[in-house]
């Protein structure tokens, strides 16, 4: 499974933020000038790094030429699997204990039918479901009034609870990147949204990417 980290979309959101992004063979490489130098990363590459144009370490080649073409003070890849980790430490890279990226993922297989689906929840998430009295809406390339309802459940959730929330612009980017490729849903009880999610979808998979809820949701 392609992760959204190699999406040229999200490439076009690191943009925004000030990276380049460089296509290698089917490898999404990220550069951050710092002006005198710069910093690499290469997040999820899947089973990208052997075989490349009959030459098991063409990839990474190309990656040592645009490393030292851009002055890089590092080159951090996070890979999905030990073969492409074996593949960088025979090529002098080393063990990194600091991700970038969660460290690990949940996949869940939505072509199951509705009742594979249910049977696979556990019991407290069942009972959850059942007692809730909402209404979910999803909101493709959602509209701007649809933006801000989320952001501020968003916002205000990342303030109680103490984490960081990325502004307003953030998501708005993301949204008029991914367009119809993003959907926001929302919970509403009694009309009001007290939930929301945004997602992103990529390669035929969706992947969770923000959630916030008030006290009532």
């Known amino acids: 499974m392609k992760d959204i980290r190699q999406a040229e979309n999200w490439g076009k959101y690191l943009e925004t933020l000030g990276w380049k992004y460089y296509k290698v063979e089917s490898v ?19 089973g990208l790094l052997r075989g490349a144009r009959n030459d098991e370490n063409y990839v990474i080649k190309k990656i040592d030429e645009l490393a030292f ?15 492409d980790e074996k593949v960088l430490i025979e090529n002098g890279f080393k063990r990194n204990l600091f991700p970038l990226v969660n460290p690990s993922t949940v996949i869940l297989n939505l072509k199951l039918s509705e009742s594979e689906l249910w049977g696979n929840l556990k019991k407290d998430a069942k009972q959850s479901i059942k007692k809730s009295e909402v209404e979910i ?27 960081y929330v990325q502004p ?30 945004l997602i992103l979808n990529f390669d035929g998979n969706s992947f969770y990417t923000h959630a916030g809820a008030n006290k009532i949701g």
């Open 28 to 46: 999404l490489v990220f550069v951050r000038s710092l002006g005198f130098a710069s910093v690499i990363k290469i997040q999820r590459p899947e």
């Open 69 to 83: 073409a851009n002055k890089a003070l590092f080159v951090k890849c996070e890979v999905t699997n030990s073969e």
């Open 137 to 163: 809406k999803f909101y493709k390339n959602a509209d701007v009034e649809i933006r801000k309802v989320f952001w501020e459940l968003l916002n205000k959730c990342g303030k109680e609870k103490g984490f």
């Open 168 to 197: 307003y612009s953030d998501l708005n980017s993301k949204i008029e990147i991914f367009k119809e490729e993003s959907v926001i849903s929302l919970a509403y009880f009694k009309g009001v949204a007290v939930a929301g999610a």
